[in-house]
């Protein structure tokens, strides 16, 4: 049993998440404002990608260090659909099946949350909004240190690095990545991103003193857009606080003053529909910290109004 912790009584001011998680197979019993929930058992593009497999392991992990955090908002509710998984090394398929759940909640209007697996998830997760919402203008906001917008390899298939290029190539891409590293991207990338529209903060600059600057360019972002979608890359985070990841960063950015005023933010817009967190990888990771990073990720958004 997953979905276990610390009971503390029955009384709504005990109550931690475990206690108002709800297993659920039936979408037509999604209420307005529940979070719903599916993990993304998969980390085939990763091993496309040629990174280090295991992140296919992290769903049920994440779920584990969701379980006590408090509930703070009396009419929370979490309603986990399970796992989607990949049988034989058919990432598409596993996509195509997350996309297909992830539409169907968000039209019995609840509010989407995956846990990933690898960054491949994206790709699936905006085909979600794309069923749910064909007709309005998605905002995807990436917070990572890799564009991911790699041109698919006709050999191997779309994988975690492919699928900002993916979206580019199929329609209207509108994306803001916030937390770029210099030397993770080469200049092909860079200069993909640009061909793409594809806006960025690089991760020198989210810096306290730079937020009334960084603010203006994300409210500008978020005004323009119909529906927000925001995605996490755990890669983006100093290895000191996330080493459990399929490609480790020594100058990551920390979970600091500067980016939990800006990710907040994003929170707080009545616009945003989606989270998902990608890459954290278990066998790698150490007390749980990735992981516990990423369910507080999840846990900041529960507590929005």
Not at 33 to 49: I, P, S
Not at 67 to 83: A, H, K, M, S, Y
Not at 184 to 200: E, I, P, R, V
């Amino acid at each position: 049993m997953i979905w276990q912790g610390r009971f503390d009584g029955e009384d709504p001011l005990h109550h931690r998440i475990f206690q108002r998680v709800q297993l659920d197979t039936d979408y037509a019993s999604i209420k307005p404002k529940d979070f719903v929930l599916h993990g993304f058992a998969v980390d085939e593009g990763v091993r496309r990608n040629k990174g280090r497999v295991g992140a296919k392991d992290a769903p049920d992990i994440i779920r584990q260090n969701m379980t006590n955090f408090p509930v703070i908002q009396p009419e929370f509710v979490l309603r986990d659909f399970g796992n989607v998984y990949c049988e034989d090394q058919n990432l598409e398929k596993a996509q195509a099946e997350l996309a297909q759940k992830v539409g169907q909640a968000l039209m019995s209007g609840g509010k989407s949350v995956v846990l990933g697996g690898g960054h491949e998830v994206m790709y699936a997760h905006y085909q979600g909004l794309k069923n749910a919402f064909p007709d309005r203008r998605i905002g995807i906001i990436n917070i990572d240190a890799h564009f991911d917008n790699r041109e698919p390899d006709p050999a191997v298939g779309p994988s975690s690095g492919t699928g900002f290029c993916q979206i580019a190539q199929e329609g209207e891409l509108n994306s803001l990545h916030m937390g770029i590293q210099k030397n993770s991207n080469t200049l092909k990338l860079f200069d993909t991103a640009h061909q793409f529209g594809m806006q960025y903060i690089l991760a020198d600059e989210l810096y306290f003193e730079n937020l009334p600057k960084l603010y203006e360019q994300l409210d500008a972002f978020m005004s323009a857009v119909d529906i927000l979608y925001l995605t996490v890359c755990m890669d983006t985070f100093n290895a000191a606080i996330a080493p459990g990841v399929s490609a480790a960063s020594y100058n990551g950015i920390f979970a600091d003053a500067a980016f939990m005023h800006l990710y907040r933010r994003i929170l707080d817009s009545v616009k945003l529909r989606a989270l998902d967190v990608a890459e954290v990888n278990p066998g790698y990771d150490q007390d749980n910290r990735t992981a516990r990073l990423a369910a507080s990720l999840f846990n900041e958004w529960f507590q929005v109004s």
